[in-house]
């Protein structure tokens, strides 16, 4: 007498269950990655007069994988600040600014630094929280599709 075991609908269900995890893992990125974009955008972190950096933030994904930068030379020193420094004219002439209303020239001036403003940070906790929240809804939902 022969007694066989044979696993091959199991085998193929768990191939179908692997296939939906993996889908779902692909779309949970893809909608971090638009959420950390859009939420870097929103910041009240920072005010962008020209609003160049905040157009150049973009975010992408592609598979398990995604990023969003900042895309201006300057993002950087809005992250993470900038230390004080002298700021001196390109060229030799002489450095124009606004001060108390009044137009003022000088050779050099002490720039006090800036505060470190981190948007970008922010953008990826937020995203952090998006995605694990993302794939336990996502991976559960496919389980239980899975378990019929």
Same mark, same amino acid.
């Given at each position: 007498? #022969?007694? %066989?075991?044979?696993?091959?609908? #199991?085998?193929?269900?768990?191939?179908?269950?692997?296939?939906?995890? %993996?889908? =779902?893992? /692909? *779309? &949970? /990125?893809?909608?971090? =990655? *638009?959420?950390?974009?859009? !939420?870097?955008?929103?910041?009240?972190?920072?005010?962008? %007069?020209?609003?160049?950096?905040?157009?150049?933030?973009?975010?992408?994904?592609?598979?398990?994988?995604?990023?969003?930068? +900042?895309? #201006?030379? $300057?993002?950087? $020193? /809005?992250?993470? @600040?900038?230390?004080? %420094?002298?700021? #001196?004219?390109?060229?030799?002439? &002489?450095?124009?600014?606004?001060?108390? @209303?009044?137009?003022?020239? +000088?050779?050099? /001036? *002490? !720039?006090?630094?800036?505060?470190?403003?981190?948007?970008?940070?922010? +953008?990826?906790? !937020? @995203?952090?929280? =998006?995605?694990?929240?993302?794939?336990?809804?996502? =991976?559960?939902? &496919?389980?239980?599709?899975?378990? @019929?």
């Amino acid at each position: 007498m #022969t007694i %066989r075991f044979e696993i091959g609908s #199991t085998t193929e269900a768990l191939r179908l269950l692997e296939a939906a995890i %993996r889908n =779902v893992t /692909v *779309q &949970a /990125v893809r909608a971090t =990655v *638009q959420d950390a974009e859009e !939420h870097a955008k929103r910041t009240t972190l920072f005010r962008d %007069r020209s609003g160049t950096l905040r157009r150049s933030i973009r975010g992408s994904a592609s598979g398990y994988e995604g990023e969003v930068r +900042a895309n #201006t030379p $300057y993002a950087t $020193y /809005v992250e993470n @600040g900038a230390p004080p %420094r002298e700021i #001196t004219p390109r060229g030799g002439g &002489a450095l124009r600014f606004e001060m108390n @209303g009044q137009t003022v020239f +000088a050779k050099r /001036v *002490q !720039h006090p630094g800036t505060e470190a403003r981190p948007f970008m940070q922010e +953008a990826r906790d !937020h @995203g952090e929280k =998006v995605l694990e929240y993302g794939l336990d809804y996502s =991976v559960d939902f &496919a389980i239980q599709k899975f378990n @019929g």
